[in-house]
């Protein structure tokens, strides 16, 4: 997709706490928000724009609970509060009228939009609206959106990804009847797997924002709407019937198109004709008052997201690089107790987390380029350096002599010799294809899973089990497989790279090497290198305990 399209996030703090919301933002002219349908994120609309780069300025939001926007603080979301929730997000931006177009579970916060803030819309458009009977309403309230909970054997990604098949095959994808069925082909298991990683993604708060929009009773707001709208969708949506059911206020236009394009094109035609605000300036995002802030930093290798404290450092500066394929979602077990007190930044390396994943150079190099760019912008002058596990990922960086580097830390670091290198690399780093049938998601839940388990991974006979305390706190699991299934093709370029990467050179720097005592490489080093050691607790939630004692 174009560099055009930016990712940002802003610290919203109103009615529902103190809340962080990623949005995308595009293209110049009238500021209008998008609003995506559940249970996926504002990354459905980079397409779109890019279709209407020149005649908008576009924020796409992640809706609460999607995405990397945080949920609400409520125990049941409803349309009207995300409404709000828009609207403060909005406020935080330096909004004061904007257009939407809303597609889906995205249409319907729209027409609540529309109906709660006639004064700050000036005109929507909507594509795809539900309109349920009461007997219908209780039969998607029973059975439509069960809890997503991770499951010790990964059974649900199994369930997840027959769900996003089914949902192709009936509507709604429980009713198995003749008259739920639609006339629709099963997607390429690509779509699929995108549909399936934005649920993995959401977690359970996949159901908020999805179960709210059957709750919210349209039709009874509809004839009410004081500001332009247009409520259409395809003929080939099963949302389009649902036009039938409406009726229109003086303001509104209710029809059916063709097809997605035709409806696209009357939207943009809609949008253009009653959206006419200007001098869009959006303000600097505040600093979350408790924990760390998601913060995007432009760098010559591209977008990389960060997790900080600060926004000015004040002396040492504590910086984590999480393993590959992992992210700052994946090491919070050490950010969130560490970040107490002392400057602290967690970095997503390029391909990985929120931070860009378009790779145009070798991966290490742009790795290296990444941190190195951040610490620069960040005026960090003091780094204590953390790295869990891939320590080849930032040699060149450790190795300059002019980087800002106090105290290099390496959390349970391959050091291993050329055999294990080369079998590695061919049992180790499997290209996992996405199948028709969704047995892909499983591989990576195993390969996650066993990595606890057995050195290597995929040694699973009695040689390969490790005498250490199992780490399989399912949550912590679906977070690890999420992030290294949205890493994409990445990690496994850069596992291979940094396995190969040259090891560190002798210099100056204060070293710590940190291993669980029974790790199959504690008792391996780096000669000549100098590092002190410490033993890591048997349980990862006490690691941060135990590196407060040497940073």
Known sequence: MSSNISTK?????????????????????????????????????????????????????????????????????????????TIEL??????????????????????????????????????????????????????????????????????????????????????????????????DP????????????????????????????????????????????????????????????????????KDQDQALEKSGRHLSQFTNNKNLDIPKSPLKKNGLTKTVIKTSVGDVCVEKNFDQPKGQTL?????????????????????????LMVIDLPGHGESTKDIKEPILNVFNQAVSDVINDQKIQNLTLVIINHHGSLSRFINESNAPLDHLILVEPWFVDKAFIEEYIEKGVPDIKKEWHGGHLNQYWHMVRDSKLFWPWYNTDIAGIMDLKPQLDETQLQNEVTELIRSESNWMDAMISSLN??????????????????????????????????QLDDEIKNWSADLETII
């Not at 110049?28 to 779109?48: C, M, N, R, V, W």
Request: charge should be negative; charged fraction near 20%.
């Open 9 to 85: 996030f802003h610290t919203v703090l109103g009615k529902f706490g103190e809340r962080e919301v990623r949005y995308l933002i595009s293209g110049s002219g009238p500021t209008i928000f998008l609003l995506h349908q559940s249970p996926k994120s504002a990354d459905e609309y980079k397409p779109l724009m890019e279709l209407w780069s020149n005649d908008f300025c576009m924020i796409a939001p992640d809706t609460p609970g999607f995405g990397a926007s945080d949920p609400l603080e409520s125990n049941k979301v409803t349309i009207e509060m995300i409404a709000e929730a």
């Open 90 to 187: 909005a406020d935080a931006l330096g909004i004061k009228k904007f257009g939407l177009y809303g597609f889906h579970t995205g249409a319907i916060i729209s027409i609540a939009l529309a109906h709660q803030f006639p004064e700050r819309i000036e005109a929507i458009a909507c594509n795809g609206v539900l309109v349920l009977t009461d007997d219908e309403l209780e039969k998607i309230r029973a059975n439509y959106l069960p809890p997503f909970i991770p499951q010790w054997d990964g059974g649900h990604l199994s369930w997840l990804w027959s769900r996003m098949r089914e949902q192709l095959v009936f509507f709604p994808w429980h009713e198995r009847t003749r008259d739920a069925r639609m006339q629709f082909s099963i997607s």
């Open 190 to 257: 690509s779509i699929l797997h995108e549909n399936a990683v934005e649920v993995m993604r959401a977690g359970d708060n996949y159901r908020s924002a999805y179960g709210a929009a059957f709750e919210y009773r349209l039709e009874n707001f509809v004839p009410e709407l004081k500001i332009p709208a247009l409520i259409t969708a395809g003929e080939w949506d099963p949302l389009c019937k649902c036009l039938d059911d409406l009726t229109a206020s003086k303001s509104a236009l209710i029809e059916s198109s």
């Open 319 to 343: 910086v984590i690089i999480p393993p590959i394929g992992g992210s700052s979602k994946t090491v919070r077990y050490l950010s969130s107790q560490l970040s107490s007190g002392r400057d």
């Open 501 to 534: 990467a040259p090891i560190i050179n002798e210099s100056e720097v204060r070293k710590t090497v940190c291993f669980r005592k029974n790790h199959p490489l504690s008792g391996s080093s780096l000669q000549g290198n100098d590092f002190s050691e410490l």
